[in-house]
């Protein structure tokens, strides 16, 4: 066996034996990935709930806005970044980013904050992201930007649209 | 040509994505996953800044553009793959773990260690010298990165059966699925194709069902190169059909089918075929 035969099977045992063990324990741990997408079978009788963003112009007018074409560095994720922004699961990690872990003791516990505490500050982002692409005087520029909160029940094809709660910033 | 074919994929996609606008995002919003977590909080605070982003997408463009055109190969496959792994746990550590681009980083790996500027690169156009590897150690990296394509559909399949058993068949799985990704403006486009499938709903389990063969069947296109085209025309059908059905589409991977195409016989044959024309226009030529 040459040296080539050895660097080679070192290689493909260093990939495949984590992968191995990501698919058995059926566990994604960067970078080791088990290709669990859409391992869950869609039960019709679950509700869900979903996220539309929307932006209020100067105008009046209200406005959808898709993330992606403000943070395409986001894309395939953005909705899962925002279930998690509004489960507020960075405050639920082993190491607290600082100012998480600031807000969580002003609060007084995990339970005492509000859904989306974080949310605000993602909102602005985008807005301003936004309107940094309108040129100053256009009536399409926000004066406000909002997450809206649906249901989608289950039980049925119908009704997707049950209005749950709306998450507003003024920018 | 394999290493064109994956550091070129990225580089288009690191060139056409706003690192600045994503450097906008508050850091407090992040979950650092797997190896992510070992990184400060202080570093991420210095790093997702539009400043801090651009920095790193321009280390990350010429890393890449040096690894794609095969210069300086030894050293810049292993830090396109260094920056593309950091990356790519980056915006993971922002939203989930799509597997999208996992693939692409393995085979990143694969080209970090192992032969990949003998041909087709800068590297050895300046060398001028023709390596005297074997023939193995060209094959096997180009067989593993196949199989890494192979286990990610193959393993999915097993992963799906596992956990959700028999009523992954279910009639009513798909239509939910695929309406539920169809129902925000938050996925990536807006196909409302979804809603048409509780008319055929009936039909469904037999679709699914397809599926799960395919992904079973997919490690047959390493091996079988007459069923190869068949298998991966179907894959291009199914991601398409994610694409329109689910808002959900896996471009890297896709681009990545390029590594079942054979490129020396493909360019024997370019080859072949340019030195027969030649030889019909000089003998043309003669008899004129």
Known sequence: MTRLHVKYAVLTLAIFLPL???????????????????????????????????????????????????????????????????????????????????????????????????????????????????????????????????????????????????????? | MARVVVHGTFLVSVLITSFAALGR???????????????????????????????????????????????????????????????????????????DEMLGVYCLAVLAFTPCADEFSLDQRLRKKRSDRPAFAYAYPILLMQLLMAWTYFSSVLIKLRTAGLSYFSADNLPSLAIYHSLDNLHDTSFRLAFWLPQVRAYLPFAVGLVLLWEFIFPLAVFFPKVRWWILGAGIAFHLSTLFFMNIFFPHQLALYLLFVNWDKLRAQSVTHEHMTNTVTFVDEGRG
Do not use: C
């Not at chain 1, 405050?91 to 607290?96: C, I, M, R, S, T």
């Not at chain 1, 909002?146 to 998450?167: H, T, V």
């Not at chain 2, 977590?37 to 890449?64: C, E, I, N």
């Open chain 1, 20 to 171: 191995l063990w990501a698919f058995l324990s059926v566990r994604n741990v960067y970078p080791f990935a088990a290709w669990n997408v859409m391992m869950a079978s869609g039960a019709l009788e679950r509700g869900r709930s979903y996220w539309m963003l929307r932006g209020e112009t100067v105008s009046g007018e209200s406005v959808d806005i898709r993330p992606l074409e403000l943070t395409n560095a986001l894309y395939s994720r953005t909705w899962t970044m925002v279930n998690a922004t509004v489960a507020n699961q960075s405050f639920k990690l082993a190491n607290l980013h600082p100012a998480n872990a600031e807000l969580l003791r002003q609060a007084g516990g995990i339970e005492q904050l509000p859904p989306g505490a974080r949310l605000p500050d993602l909102l602005h982002a985008w807005g301003d992201l936004y309107n940094e692409r309108q040129p100053a005087s256009s009536p399409q520029r926000l004066k406000a930007i909002r997450l809206d909160m649906y249901r989608w029940e289950g039980g049925s094809y119908a009704n997707y649209d049950k209005f749950i709660q709306s998450w507003r910033e003024e920018l």
């Open chain 2, 25 to 99: 995002l508050p850091v407090t919003i992040m979950r650092p996953t797997g190896a992510m977590k070992f990184l400060p909080w202080s570093f991420y605070d210095q790093l997702v800044t539009p400043r801090g982003m651009t920095l790193l997408k321009v280390a990350m463009v010429v890393s890449l553009l040096l690894s794609t055109t095969g210069l300086f190969t030894f050293f810049s496959s292993k830090t396109s793959f260094l920056l593309v792994l950091f990356y790519q746990g980056l915006v993971r550590s922002f939203g989930h773990f799509n597997h």
